[in-house]
T-cell receptor, first 115, second 112 residues
């Protein structure tokens, strides 16, 4: 593989269920990000990680958690899904050690519907 | 609140014309600026980055940055129907903050 993969591609979930969205990159980028994209609201940052072992909150972190056990994987967990979490979720990564350190590259996305 | 503003469009241009997309941002300390293209149902794709005042050209794309006026633009020359997409402007506000703030995007339609 080359780049970022996300799984699942799409999911329909009952409210109250727990769900983990997976993200894996093979570019050895140190930074990873989770965004949600909603019509009329654009891309909003949920959580980020600048390096393995550290995470931080973005603009809309409530209801979501992340972990960064290694460089390649950055899962996003919804502990108890609610309908307002219906969205398209994108994972992204960047190489903070490169001159172009702010260039972020996106995965294909996960379309999540919470009923 | 640091903001990135774009005209939502839709911007409609005929094939072969120049498409001009604009973006303004709220914080003068911003350091780096990006344009992403997003086709319907797909993920954002980085097409241009610009870090200093002036123009940066890459093929049919030219990014223009004016930090004094706090705007960045993207020109697409010889527009093609395949350029029809939403274009997202993103800004990094610098310092130890590596995060990007995205505009809501401008929908471009290139008519054959």
């Amino acid at each position: 593989i080359a780049g970022i993969t996300q799984a699942p591609t799409s999911q329909i979930l009952a409210a109250g269920r727990r769900m983990t969205l997976r993200c894996t990159q093979d570019m050895r980028h140190n930074a990873m990000y989770w965004y949600r994209q909603d019509l009329g609201l654009g891309l909003r940052l949920i959580h980020y990680s600048n390096t393995a072992g550290t995470t931080g909150k973005g603009e809309v972190p409530d209801g979501y958690s992340v972990s960064r056990a290694n460089t390649d994987d950055f899962p996003l967990t919804l502990a108890s899904a609610v309908p307002s979490q219906t969205s398209v979720y994108f994972c992204a990564s960047s190489d903070l050690l490169a001159p172009s350190y702010n260039e972020q590259f996106f995965g294909p996305g996960t379309r999540l519907t919470v009923l | 609140q640091k903001e990135v503003e774009q005209n939502s469009g839709p911007l409609s241009v005929p094939e072969g014309a120049i498409a001009s997309l604009n973006c303004t941002y709220s914080d003068r300390v911003s350091q780096s600026f990006f344009w992403y293209r997003q086709y319907s149902g797909k993920s954002p794709e980085l097409i241009m980055s610009i870090y200093s005042n002036g123009d940066k050209e890459d093929g049919r794309f030219t990014a223009q940055l004016n930090k004094a006026s706090q705007y960045v633009s993207l020109l697409i020359r010889d527009s093609q129907p395949s350029d029809s997409a939403t274009y997202l402007c993103a800004v990094n506000y610098g310092g130890s903050n590596y995060k990007l703030t995205f505009g809501k995007g401008t929908l471009l339609t290139v008519n054959p």
